[in-house]
């Protein structure tokens, strides 16, 4: 069963920086987006960028500016650069990796997050 790991999360002041990674354990073929997505206690599950192969990143409206995502297809990896960190941007962070199958069918791989506290 491949795995999602993440790493590079913590704590930093405000203004400060951090970068996340996810890597897949194992070989997952046919990666069509990677993306990150962050939850924040009592809030719902929201995205924060996504990148699709061969596309042009999206990002959510709070990061945008701030946040970069980049990803590593022959290692199976994606980042998350993060700039200008405020408190709000507290959260737990999940990478995302959606494949296909052979017959087109999508197969969706979590990580198990990583915490990202932000504060003085």
């Not at 962050?38 to 809030?43: F, H, I, L, S, V």
């Amino acid at each position: 069963q491949v795995q999602l790991v993440e790493s590079g999360g913590g704590l930093v002041q405000p203004g400060g920086s951090l970068r996340l990674s996810c890597a897949a354990s194992g070989k997952i073929v046919r990666i069509n987006t990677m993306a990150w997505f962050r939850q924040a206690p009592g809030n719902q599950r929201e995205l924060v960028a996504e990148l699709p192969s061969g596309g042009s990143a999206e990002y959510g409206d709070s990061v945008k500016g701030r946040f970069t995502i980049s990803r590593d297809n022959g290692n199976n990896t994606v980042y998350l650069r993060m700039n200008s960190l405020k408190p709000e941007d507290t959260a737990v962070y999940y990478c995302y990796f959606q494949s296909k199958t052979t017959l087109g069918i999508p197969r969706d791989y979590w990580g198990q997050g990583t915490q990202v506290t932000v504060s003085s």
